[in-house]
């Protein structure tokens, strides 16, 4: 198993543009995540999907959309990219909603000048 | 509100010395502990969980924690500290509507030889 891979690894927007991170497992998780990580303030969470065709937001959801429209893919799109995105994006998921205990992968490193 | 304090940001430690991260929580229910550790660079990797039972868990890398509900707290703690534990340590709570983790805003570990 790949557990839970995200592409791309880093990535530089202008302020205005608009672009998708990709996030994939195959681990056959219900419940997958995105968090934004920041110094000084650990991972809040941007938006979740507790099942294909289900999302709801999360801490931070402005400027960002998801979709689920399979088990293994859950992409973030930031709809028009502002500096106070720059970031660290982490993608996690998890078997069900009862497990809790989540697998995170790499991460994508964004910043927007 | 849930939330999770880890009062310390950075603490240095000789390498062989012993190690205690603190943690405390404000959830109402019970709550889903989690310590996950970040290497520079690298995703979240979970070092231990507590959902209930026996309040002192194990973990890897030879960690453990201390559920302690009369203080909501969630210390980690290790017996001997080596180099290659240097990194960020979070501690989450989960449990929440939605399978949401909440994260503490991490302490980075720093040893010195």
């Known amino acids: 198993n790949a557990g839970v891979t995200q592409t791309p690894k880093f990535q530089v927007l202008k302020t205005g543009q608009s672009m998708t991170l990709q996030c994939a497992q195959d681990?056959?998780?219900?419940?997958m995540s995105w968090y934004r990580q920041d110094p000084g303030m650990g991972l809040r969470l941007i938006h979740y999907?507790?099942?294909?065709?289900?999302?709801d937001q999360g801490e931070v959801p402005n400027g960002y959309n998801v979709s689920r429209s399979t088990t293994e893919d859950f992409p973030l799109r930031l709809l028009s990219a502002a500096p106070s995105q720059t970031s660290v994006y982490f993608c996690?998921?998890?078997?069900?909603?009862?497990?809790?205990?989540?697998?995170f992968g790499p991460g994508t490193r964004l910043t927007v000048t | 509100a849930q939330s999770v304090t880890q009062p310390d940001i950075h603490i240095t430690v000789s390498e062989g010395a012993s190690l205690e991260l603190r943690c405390n929580y404000s959830?109402?229910?019970?709550?889903?502990l989690f310590w996950y550790v970040q290497s520079p660079g690298q995703g979240l990797q979970l070092l231990l969980k507590?959902?209930?039972?026996?309040?002192l868990v194990q973990g890897i890398k030879g960690f453990e924690a201390e559920f302690k509900r009369s203080q909501s707290s969630f210390n980690l703690r290790k017996p001997s500290v080596h180099w290659s534990d240097a990194a960020e340590y979070f501690c989450?709570?989960?449990?929440?509507?939605?399978?949401?983790?909440?994260f503490g805003a991490g302490t980075i570990l720093r040893v010195k030889s």
């Open positions: 996690a998921s998890s078997y069900s909603t009862g497990t809790h205990e989540q697998y």
């Open positions: 681990m056959n998780h219900e419940y």
């Open positions: 999907s507790v099942g294909a065709g289900i999302t």
């Open positions: 959830y109402g229910a019970t709550p889903y």
């Open positions: 507590y959902f209930s039972g026996d309040t």
């Open positions: 989450a709570v989960g449990g929440l509507e939605g399978n949401k983790l909440v």
